[in-house]
């Protein structure tokens, strides 16, 4: 046993401090959270302050325990989970697990792992701040408050399983309004009009001294005819030298923006990799430690010895010239900005991409080489751009004006390095030259070719996950800590879905939650109100507000105002059945909405003396879209598309859990996006000889109804649509029909709902 115990979040990180560290020292991991309120119940007593129930699950009862055998009454103990609230409040839990609160434990904190971090930290320990642990918890219990109030009543209203929450709720609601703008945009023609000469192109910009606004074509070719009939004279030289300053050093939002526009990442994958190179998850000769700072952070700033160690890389690797006298400082863009102190950065500028490639993933490589390259870029000079602009006088009463640009870069400056991306290409500003020719004031210029181009407008595009990011943080939503996991969340609940072109559309599901809570909860998804929130956490960890005050004054009317809404508002109501027409067969009226297992096509009414016609709708449409045609369709499932050589039928359906192909009783999951009414034979044959295969490779015993199977979680016995776990002790290819009956017999029948509350599940339970 260590005269000093360390407690660390991960493994991986516990092994990289670990190096740095004697004999005298074991770093061990707390694996996360420790504790945490009961998934079945709300979890905080609203009469008594609301006093957090806090439990240890069954899944950390180990690692405890493990925690505990490392201390002794002479073990000094230091906590040095992450310096966020979040690891404030990890802290605060391992003093309550592990009994250690009326003893001295120290709190360190450190936003790079290196040894000369590590040991600094070590140093200067304190207390766990119970400011910022107030902030966490109530954040948590409010969250809680809203997940556990709410989904029951999405159940009940609309479909059981949903889920609702704080954060994810009004990102969802965020989606959802861009998709009505885009449901109701009505496209506007307009013309573009370009002259084309020997060496340039340049468009007409304005008419009669106004911006130029060519709405049809009549008007096109109106000014066509007046360009034909006149010549083309430069009227101005306008050439200006411009300065160009780096972007700042990364933030959490920053960097997924940039991972995603530069390399494709998504907002979860950034995240992951940023934490591998944050902890020191790789092997690199002769060098211990993470490469980059602490991810998790909304600061802009650079420490001071980064500052200076920033200059001397650039001196040696561009030139002095490409170098500041005196470091760039950037402003916060968020008055908040409480997680952290520095930007993200690398802990060493001197530890180039390049010399540590071999050791890194392609993914650790591709984002280390961002971090450094903006970090560095920060403190590089500007770039020197010489921009030229040419007006050209057209028309036969010259009341065209049309503008040639150009560029030249003079001076590369931070360009060297690195470039910021642009989401939309078209707004890009290429550095590239565009040099135009030397034309003198007054000089006509020969017309080669005159482009009339009829265009409309786009409706506003969908969010990608990096510009959902990016209106979070603007909007003042969440924290950097919670980007991520909530763009995660909507999407693994079934709100959103990413289209092929990678942007964030709502499902028929997302939607008709989100006008429910808009409808009757206002508040939880109107972004004023989240970011007024949010500041209220920032005003507790400041101590500059009371956390139970604060719960009080939300749960107090919202609890009142659920019970009302489970009262006054009908089902109906909410699902608002939309008719589409009327069956050609029957003359019953035919409509969609969400149904017990999610969005459905019906024929007829529950009031008709024959039961009413259901269809699932599949997940690619969507029921404030799908046409009369589209959900009829729907009804030609199932269909029979062939006969397997096996001589039973493949048939193509849609079900509970998205679209299949089913061969006697085997079914096989259709993948993301594919069309089961467009399935053809092909399709579904490779499909099911992949499954086969799979199915093959998982049964250890085959026995007919009854199956032994390697699945995810471990060995299982099946029979029909249930499964038995195996004993303790038990080896799965030792079992025969007879063992697997008797384990089936023995296995007593599970609890199952008796009335009452509905419990939660963990995964609700966290929304």
Not at 298 to 315: C, F, K, P, Y
Not at 388 to 411: D, N, P, Y
Request: hydrophobic letters at 35%; proline letters at 5%; charged letters at 30%.
């Amino acid at each position: 046993m260590a005269k000093n115990l360390i407690i660390v979040e991960s493994p991986a990180k516990a092994r990289t401090i670990s190096k740095f560290l004697g004999e005298d020292y074991f770093v061990t991991a707390s694996m996360g959270h420790v504790r945490d309120l009961p998934s079945s119940v709300l979890g905080f007593d609203p009469e008594n302050d609301f006093a957090p129930q806090y439990e240890i699950p069954k899944d950390k009862k180990k690692t405890v325990a493990e925690l505990k055998k490392q201390i002794n009454s002479k073990t000094e103990v230091y906590l040095a989970t992450d310096e966020d609230r979040e690891g404030e409040a990890i802290s605060w839990h391992l003093l309550e697990a592990l009994g250690l609160e009326k003893r001295p434990v120290k709190r360190i904190v450190f936003h790079e792992i290196t040894k000369s971090a590590i040991l600094n930290a070590l140093e200067k320990p304190r207390e766990v701040d119970q400011q910022l642990v107030d902030a966490q918890q109530a954040r948590r219990i409010l969250d809680r408050a809203v997940g556990y109030e709410l989904s029951p009543l999405l159940w009940k209203k609309i479909k059981p399983g949903l889920s609702a929450g704080r954060v994810q709720s009004v990102s969802v609601h965020i989606l959802v309004e861009r998709e009505k703008e885009i449901r109701k945009f009505e496209p506007e023609e307009y013309w573009k009009i370009r002259a084309e000469f020997a060496e340039f192109t340049a468009e007409l910009k304005k008419l009669d001294g106004k911006p130029a606004k060519v709405v049809n074509e009549t008007e096109a070719k109106s000014i066509e005819d007046s360009l034909k009939q006149g010549n083309f004279s430069v009227s101005v030289i306008d050439e200006r030298m411009a300065k160009r300053n780096p972007g700042a050093p990364f933030t959490t939002s920053t960097i997924q923006q940039e991972a995603s526009v530069k390399l494709g990442f998504s907002v979860k994958r950034t995240m992951v990799v940023a934490q591998q190179l944050y902890e020191g998850n790789f092997n690199i000769p002769d060098y211990s430690g993470g490469l980059i700072t602490y991810m998790r952070t909304d600061s802009v700033v650079l420490a001071n010895q980064a500052l200076m160690q920033a200059q001397e890389v650039i001196g040696s690797e561009y030139g002095s010239k490409f170098g500041l006298k005196q470091p760039r400082f950037f402003k916060n863009r968020s008055t908040n900005a409480q997680e952290a102190h520095e930007a993200i950065r690398p802990v060493d500028f001197s530890l180039k991409p390049s010399a540590v490639k071999e050791s890194l993933s392609s993914d650790q490589f591709r984002l280390y080489s961002l971090v450094w390259k903006r970090a560095l870029a920060s403190q590089m000079s500007a770039a020197e751009i010489a921009r030229t602009t040419l007006k050209i006088e057209a028309g036969v009463k010259r009341e065209c004006l049309f503008e040639a640009q150009g560029q030249r870069v003079v001076f590369p400056g931070f360009l060297q390095a690195y470039s910021e991306g642009k989401n939309d290409v078209d707004e890009a500003v290429s550095e590239k030259d565009v040099i135009l020719p030397k034309v003198e004031k007054d000089q006509i210029l020969p017309l080669k070719k005159l482009n009339l181009e009829q265009l409309f407008t786009k409706p506003p595009p969908r969010y990608t996950e990096a510009s959902l990011v990016k209106k979070m943080e603007s909007e003042g939503i969440g924290r950097p800590s919670t980007y991520a996991p909530t763009i995660s969340t909507i999407q693994d609940r079934g709100y959103v879905e990413v289209t092929p072109e990678k942007r964030l559309k709502p499902t028929s599901i997302g939607e008709v939650v989100t006008d429910f809570l808009t409808n009757h909860f206002s508040e939880i998804v109107n972004l004023g109100f989240t970011a007024k929130i949010e500041r209220n956490f920032d005003r507790i960890a400041n101590g500059e507000e009371n956390w139970v005050e604060m719960i009080a004054n939300f749960y107090q009317p919202f609890h009142q105002r659920v019970g009302e809404k489970d009262e006054s508002v009908t089902r109906a109501e909410v699902l608002k059945r939309r008719e589409l027409g009327t069956d050609p067969e029957s003359g019953k009226p035919v409509s969609v909405s969400i149904g017990k297992f999610g969005p459905m096509v019906q024929i007829g009414t529950r009031e008709d003396e024959e039961k009413p016609r259901f269809a699932s709708l599949p997940s690619n449409l969507n029921l404030n879209e799908v046409t009369f045609e589209e959900a009829m369709e729907c009804f030609a499932l199932p269909l029979t598309l062939g006969t397997h050589e096996s001589g039973e039928e493949i048939i193509v359906n849609n079900g509970r859990y998205g679209p299949y192909v089913r061969l006697g009783k085997d079914f096989f999951s259709l993948p993301k996006g594919e069309d089961p009414l467009k399935t053809n034979i092909e399709t579904a044959l490779e499909i099911i000889r992949e499954g086969l295969e799979k199915k093959a490779k998982s049964t250890i015993h085959d026995f007919g109804e009854i199956r032994v199977i390697d699945g995810r979680f471990g060995p299982y016995i099946k029979s029909g649509k249930s499964n038995y776990k195996i004993p303790k002790g038990v080896e799965p290819e030792t079992l025969d029909e007879a063992a697997c009956l008797k384990i089936i017999a023995e296995t007593p029948p599970s609890k199952g709902r008796k009335g009452g509350k509905r419990k939660f599940t963990k995964k609700e339970a966290s929304a």
